[in-house]
């Protein structure tokens, strides 16, 4: 099997990657700094021709482009994964475009992302994609947020 992964430097990408191998898939591993993913790149010597770390920058559409021309097809199963947590913690600090940022990379880029390698997944026939979120996303457990952050009042 085929198998794109967004995100695929570390945390639950870089999991991801070693999950597919051992599965003996053939991956497409993205991130923005590949050089600087050591641990990425110490994998390919224990999966000779399976495993291909490519330059992805979801946030920018031109690497998301760039990326999808230069993918051999078919990809039967793409994982969006990459994301970014929102910035700074206090609401006093954040502003539109911290959050335009958060949500051109954990909502938009996933769609960029599946469009541009539409082709690949259709020559697959039955292709899969799995879009990640983690609970930074949570309107029930959001609990990372700062403690200067106070909730609203219930109304009684």
């Known amino acids: 099997m085929n198998v794109v992964i967004t995100g695929a430097n570390r945390g639950i990408g870089l999991e991801l990657v070693r999950h597919c191998l051992s599965r003996g898939d053939v ?27 490519h330059t992805l920058d979801v946030a920018n559409p031109s690497s998301v482009r760039a990326f999808g021309m230069g993918l051999p097809g078919p990809v039967h199963l793409l994982i969006n994964n990459a994301g970014v947590r929102s910035r700074p913690d206090a609401l006093s600090d954040r502003d539109g475009d911290d959050l335009t940022r958060a949500f051109q990379v954990n909502a938009v880029a996933a769609l960029r992302v599946t469009v541009a390698l539409l082709a690949q997944l259709r020559a697959a026939g039955g292709a ?7 609970n930074l996303g949570s309107i029930a457990d959001n609990s990372w947020v700062a403690p200067t952050a106070t909730a609203c009042p219930r109304r009684r």
């Open 128 to 134: 899969k994609v799995a879009n990640l979120s983690s």
């Open 27 to 53: 991956v497409h591993a993205g991130g923005r700094a590949p050089a600087q993913a050591a641990e990425l790149t110490a994998l390919i010597r224990n999966a000779v021709g399976r495993l291909h770390v």
